[in-house]
């Protein structure tokens, strides 16, 4: 077989173990391309069935609209169920507060509305995209991922995780964090987007918009951005190469309007994927500390 | 373009993180906002140079100790092959997760410190190797530089691990005088060391063959039942899962077990395409000719190459609690997509990791690895750990901490 439909047989396998082991197991949706991928992996392991779970996306209502206008084409395309867990009913409800200042962001409380929406709908399994590659934390992560009463993540109490065996077995009250694309990289997601030609948000080829400078990278221009005199603006054209909130996610300066322009454009370059992505920029263990609070 | 899965294992301070960043520093697979991390995270080595081994150790208690704790997986390419490193904890205390690392790869890179020869952990991982019929193990002889590149001492060195090869039973060994930190023989060909013409270690990595295991009987356990129950498909019923082994076709006699009933392959489905015949490895859905009862936890086996069916089996185990396993005690086993209810009923022995002599003992500790009976209120469908080790592997689950706390090589039925 070819790397590719290896990696494939086995997120097929590591999805249809979710069905099999879990009863209220649900798809971290998020509008990224490795979600996207997931939903294309999920139609492999489980048509013409329905999917044994729901698709949920926890939105910090700072998204791009791009990508908001493909969840819900792709939804009704799916026909599956999406439940949607708004990280502004978590403000509303006094249970977060909202960040202040030029960098605010929502990126952290959505943690909050994850968890509460594992509460809510007592979901025992949640899949995501995440990928070993992208993050040193990552790198060290089982493929189920056992989260404890609290959502919480502890490195360096991971069950051993043999051959292709997967334990799924948890207390009342804990749940799995599960990532069958583990052993992708960014480079195998794109490769295998082109190969199955896999629609995608707008937002991830190049296009002409309004950027404003933030620590040195082009953010989209956004009143969820708080934007005064002293910013810079411009007109460029770019994309983006990893897709999360307009306010912590920055635009990578492109041409590539074509699959294999971005695949090129990955090949030769010679800064990691969430580069762009201040969220992990805050200290050396910004992900790990972020995973052991409950975020993905 | 195929995959390489190999990890690397040796003791403590073996340098096997040094290793990896190495090769992925030599082969530019660092990028630059990685390696401006990890100047300015500021672990440097005793001569100036940058500290390679921090780029996969991910954890804040690994970088504050400088030891590895658990496996960390990273990937890189070259123009022949993609690869997946497990860079596997060096301590006894951690062998667990060296286990989790080295079951999912091809190959393992022993290290050795050129200083230090063959030591206990050398021994252990070998054993462990040998176990999870890693039949490739190549030997890194690390810190040459630290010998003055002598060919006495890696002689020396590998006529000692030959030796150790012999006695388990390891027959495709390989050597290569290397230094990490020099970057001696890892990508580029050592300038020190002219008496070795041998590849680089990435060569090696590179032209290393995979085609050579033998081809085993196909087993097809079910994980899923697809039933749509729509107006369009009343009734569609695929059996969905992932074939282990060769020559699963359609038309094929099949045997389902543990129950014993015959029925014929009649389709088989790869993303709603039909396949005539389906591939090691692939996950696919299966239909059968015949209503039969089967569910999840179910093997689908060859009628012409039966698998065997016991309660009461002989197996290795390895074992990775704190809490000594208990023959009193009930656990679960998980094979494939079955779980099954065991009690361990008899130690046998457990192995002198040093001389791979049995201990004639009945308590099973942290790290141990011995020979046992295992019984199980149902049937338990497998085959000889030495003839098919594809299907003969389970895990232990602890029922009361849900803990996966051994691994069992199944060997024959008592």
Redesign the interface.
């Given at each position: 077989?070819?790397?590719l439909?290896?990696l494939?047989?086995?997120a097929?396998?590591i999805l249809?173990?979710v069905?099999?082991q879990f009863e209220n197991p649900a798809l971290l949706f998020s509008g990224g391309k490795d979600s996207i991928t997931l939903v294309h992996l999920a139609?492999?392991?489980?048509?013409?069935?329905?999917f044994?779970f729901p698709l949920v996306h926890i939105d910090t209502g700072h998204n791009f609209p791009e990508t908001i206008a493909y969840r819900d084409q792709l939804v009704e395309e799916l026909g599956e169920k999406l439940i949607v867990g708004l990280v502004q009913d978590s403000i509303d409800q006094g249970k977060v507060v909202e960040q202040k200042g030029k960098n605010a962001s929502r990126n952290a409380l959505q943690t909050v509305t994850l968890l509460e929406t594992i509460e809510k709908y007592g979901f025992d399994a949640c899949i995501g995209g995440a990928r070993?590659?992208e993050?040193?934390?990552?790198?060290?992560e089982r493929i189920f991922s056992v989260r404890d009463d609290f959502g919480q993540w502890d490195?360096?109490r991971?069950?051993?995780?043999?051959?292709?065996?997967l334990?799924g077995?948890?207390?009342k009250g804990e749940n799995v964090r599960v990532f069958p694309i583990?052993?992708w990289?960014e480079?195998d997601v794109w490769n295998y987007i082109k190969r199955e030609k896999i629609a995608l948000p707008s937002i991830y080829f190049s296009h002409e918009r309004e950027v404003v400078l933030r620590n040195g990278q082009w953010m989209a221009s956004t009143p969820f951005l708080s934007i005064d005199q002293e910013d810079k603006l411009a007109f460029k054209s770019v994309r983006f190469r990893t897709v999360g909130d307009m306010t912590c996610t920055a635009s990578v300066d492109s041409e590539a309007t074509e699959l294999d322009d971005i695949i090129e454009e990955i090949r030769v370059?010679?800064?990691?994927e969430r580069?762009a992505r201040l969220d992990d920029k805050v200290s050396?263990?910004a992900m790990?500390d972020r995973k052991k609070q409950g975020y993905f | 373009?195929?995959?390489l899965k190999f990890i690397t294992a040796g003791s403590v301070d073996d340098g096997k993180s040094t290793l990896i960043g190495r090769l992925l520093y030599d082969t530019n697979s660092i990028?630059?906002?990685?390696l401006e991390?990890i100047q300015?995270?500021n672990r440097k080595n005793n001569d100036g140079t940058v500290d390679l081994a921090i780029?996969?150790?991910?954890?804040?208690?690994e970088?504050e100790q400088g030891i590895t704790?658990?496996?960390?997986?990273?990937?890189f390419?070259t123009d022949k092959r993609?690869f997946?490193i497990a860079d596997a904890p060096g301590h006894i205390q951690y062998t667990?997760?060296m286990?989790?690392g080295a079951?999912?790869s091809d190959l393992i890179i022993i290290l050795i410190d050129a200083r230090k020869g063959v030591i206990e952990q050398t021994k252990r991982h070998s054993f462990l190797a040998k176990l999870l019929s890693m039949n490739k193990v190549l030997v890194c002889v690390n810190k040459m530089d630290m010998v003055d590149y002598q060919e006495n001492a890696y002689l020396a060195i590998q006529a000692d691990y030959l030796k150790l090869a012999g006695k388990l039973g390891l027959t495709d060994v390989d050597f290569i005088p290397v230094s990490a930190l020099r970057g001696d023989n890892i990508v580029n060909p050592s300038k020190h060391m002219d008496w070795y013409t041998g590849d680089s270690l990435l060569d090696y990595l590179e032209n290393i063959s995979l085609d050579d295991k033998k081809s085993q009987p196909w087993r097809f356990p079910v994980?899923?039942v697809?039933?749509?129950q729509?107006d369009d498909?009343p009734d569609?019923r695929g059996y969905?899962?992932?074939v282990i082994g060769d020559g699963l076709q359609i038309g094929e006699e099949v045997l389902v077990l543990p129950s014993g009933v015959k029925t014929t392959i009649k389709a088989i489905e790869?993303?709603?395409d039909s396949l005539l015949q389906a591939?090691n490895?692939?996950?696919v859905i299966i239909h059968l000719s015949d209503q039969v009862d089967i569910s999840?936890g179910d093997l689908l086996v060859s009628a012409n190459s039966p698998a065997k069916t016991s309660r009461e089996i002989d197996a290795h185990i390895c074992w990775?609690d704190q809490k000594p396993l208990d023959t009193n005690q009930a656990y679960?086993l998980?094979?494939?997509?079955k779980v099954s209810k065991i009690k361990i009923q008899n130690i046998h022995f457990k192995y002198d990791i040093h001389s791979q002599e049995h201990i004639i003992d009945d308590s099973i500790n942290l790290n141990d690895i011995g020979k046992i009976t295992l019984k199980s209120a149902e049937e338990i469908v497998f085959d000889s750990d030495s003839d098919f080790p594809e299907n003969a592997?389970?895990?232990v689950?602890d029922?009361r901490t849900?803990?996966?706390v051994g691994?069992v090589w199944l060997e024959q039925e008592v």
């Open positions: 077989m070819d790397y439909d290896h494939e047989a086995e097929i396998y249809r173990e069905a099999g139609k492999k392991a489980f048509r013409p069935g329905k044994p070993r590659d993050e040193k934390a990552r790198a060290k490195p360096k991971q069950r051993p995780e043999l051959w292709n065996i334990n077995r948890i207390h583990s052993n990289t480079l370059s010679t800064v990691s580069g050396e263990a790990e | 373009m195929n995959l990028l630059d906002d990685q991390a300015k995270a780029l996969t150790d991910g954890l804040k208690a970088r704790i658990d496996v960390a997986y990273k990937y390419q993609k997946i667990r997760n286990v989790t079951s999912n994980q899923w697809v039933r749509p729509t498909l569609y969905a899962g992932r790869l993303n709603q591939e490895g692939q996950s999840r990775f679960l998980q094979n494939h997509s592997q389970a895990i689950i029922p849900n803990i996966t691994a």
